[in-house]
């Protein structure tokens, strides 16, 4: 049986954590920010995790399950 192939946008997308959890960057940063407040774009900045709901299909991606 060949290899399973990491699929390509997924890897540029997210990272997994030591513990296991999928870590992901913020929507609605790429344009209209000034229409943003300070407050909303700071936020935005940090990263966020991966709804447990998709945290399977995410790592079967990353052919991490």
């Given at each position: 049986?060949?290899?399973?192939?990491?699929h390509s946008s997924a890897?540029?997308?997210f990272k997994l954590?030591?513990?296991?959890k999928v870590k992901r960057k913020q929507a609605k940063?790429?344009?209209m920010m000034r229409n943003k407040s300070k407050k909303a774009k700071l936020r935005l900045r940090d990263t966020a995790m991966v709804h447990e709901h998709n945290e399977?299909?995410?790592?079967?991606?990353?052919?991490?399950?």
């Open positions: 049986m060949p290899k399973m192939k990491t890897k540029k997308r954590t030591g513990s296991g940063t790429s344009h399977d299909r995410v790592k079967r991606m990353l052919c991490k399950k």
